[in-house]
C-alpha cells in the first residue's frame, strides 16, 4: 500500500483577498499545475514526491508564487473523465486526466458555488475513472490498462493520501 507522509509545516498562505486566487482562476479556466501536489484555493501547495520504498510523501506546505517564478507556464489542460464525479452534501469532486499519458487530477469543489477547495494533481497516477465521497473520505480509482490503483484521499486532509494497486471498486 502506498501513503503519503507530512513533512515539516510551514505557514507560507499568502494574504486573503476578495478575489479568488491563481489556483482558482486557473481552474476556472480548465488549467492544472504540471507538478506533482496538492493546490489549494489559498494558493499554497503541498509537493508531493516518492521515497525509496514506493511511497509518496507530502512536503511542506508552500506558497504557489514561489513555483510560479520558476515555472510560469506550468499549467496543462484538464481533461475531466465522463462519470468521474462525487457528491456529498456540501461538497463535489470531479476527476480525469492531464494533457499527458499518465497523469491524473482530482479536484473537490464547493457544490453550490463550484470554488475549489483543493485539487490534487499526479503526474504518474494514470486517469482518474470513478470516484465517491464515503463519510470524510474520498475513494477514487486511477486507471488505464493494466495500470490500476485505488485511492483514499481524506477531504480535509488530503495531503495523507493512500493507495492501492489494483483496488476493488
Known sequence: MARFHRGAKKNTSPAAG????????????????????????????????????????????????????????????????????????????????????GEGFVALLEGGSGKLVWLLHLSAAERFRSMEIRGDVLVAVSEEPPNRLEWTIPLTEPERISAIPGGTS
Open 18 to 101: 476578495s478575489l479568488p486566487g491563481m489556483a482558482e482562476r486557473m481552474w476556472r479556466r480548465n488549467r492544472i499545475r504540471l507538478e506533482d501536489g496538492i493546490f489549494f484555493a489559498d494558493d499554497t501547495w503541498i509537493p508531493l514526491t516518492m521515497n525509496d520504498e514506493g511511497s509518496m510523501v507530502a512536503g511542506e506546505r508552500l506558497a504557489l508564487e514561489q513555483i510560479l517564478e520558476d515555472n510560469p507556464d506550468g499549467w496543462a489542460e484538464a481533461d475531466p473523465a465522463p462519470g468521474c464525479e462525487a457528491v456529498s452534501g456540501t461538497l463535489r469532486a470531479v476527476g480525469g486526466g492531464g494533457a499527458w499519458e
